[in-house]
Every structure is written in structure tokens, then in C-alpha cells.
């Protein structure tokens, strides 16, 4: 709650996949580092999520190591 994220996602068969690329916390912004697959063949910042509140609020599953950095 009071976290705001930017990103995009699909649906394919029902299933909702998501990338987060930066967010927003306690006032501090954070953004994925797009290089940092760490040897995976999934895109970081990339999973599986499930709408527990369709078209408000959604559950991810980051299926892969991803680092996000702090930005002004």
C-alpha cells in the first residue's frame, strides 16, 4: 500500500505475466537494471501475476533475480 510501480504486462491463456520496472516507496524511486539477467533466459523484473482485485490489485511472482537501483 502507498507504493507505485510502473511497468507493463500481457495476458496469454488466462495468465497474467507483469514487468515492473521502477517503482516508488517511502518517497525514494527505484529502477531496474535491464542488464542484470543473472545467467537466466527470464527477463528481469519479469513474473507471474494473479488480480486479487481486477484492474486494482495484482500479486507478483518475480521469476528471476532482478536489481533495481535507487534514482533522484
Known sequence: QGT???GSGIVNN???TVQVKDFTVG???YALLQN???GSNKRPGT???VELDPGKLLEVWVA??????KTP
Request: no cysteine; aromatic share 4%.
Open 27 to 29: 518517497g525514494a524511486n
Open 14 to 16: 488466462g495468465h497474467v
Open 36 to 38: 542484470d539477467a543473472s
Open 64 to 69: 528471476s533475480s532482478s536489481v533495481y537501483r
Open 47 to 49: 513474473g507471474l501475476a
Open 4 to 6: 507505485e510501480l510502473s
